[in-house]
């Protein structure tokens, strides 16, 4: 199973300007799934949070807002692969940001 794609194989013995796009593609694919995975984290903890409040006001307002925070991340997360997608397309890099799932 591949994580990056077949188009970004960097030749250390013959470097081009290219590979600098796949070395920030990998850079950025990482990012974003480490990212992802804190995100899905604190909503996780704010579930837990607000299960465990047990009727207090102040408990329940401070799980939703750090819910609202989680999920407002998640939004900036998804714009921000959009917005460097058509980046990456206009400037046509191969595969910028890749999500995809092994068939394997």
């Known amino acids: 199973m591949a994580l990056f794609p077949e188009a970004c194989k960097i030749d250390p ?23 992802g995975a804190a995100v899905t984290i604190f909503l996780i903890l704010s579930g837990i949070r607000y299960m465990a409040a047990g009727g207090d006001e102040k408990a329940i307002a401070q799980a939703r807002k750090s819910f609202y925070t989680a999920a407002l991340g998640f939004a900036l997360i998804l714009g921000a692969a959009t ?19 092994p068939s394997e």
């Open 83 to 101: 917005i460097i997608t058509m980046i990456g397309k206009i400037i046509k890099v191969p595969d910028i940001v890749r999500f995809n799932i």
């Open 13 to 35: 013995n013959n470097a081009k300007i290219q590979d600098l796009g796949c070395i920030f593609s990998r850079l950025l694919w990482i990012v974003m799934l480490a990212s």
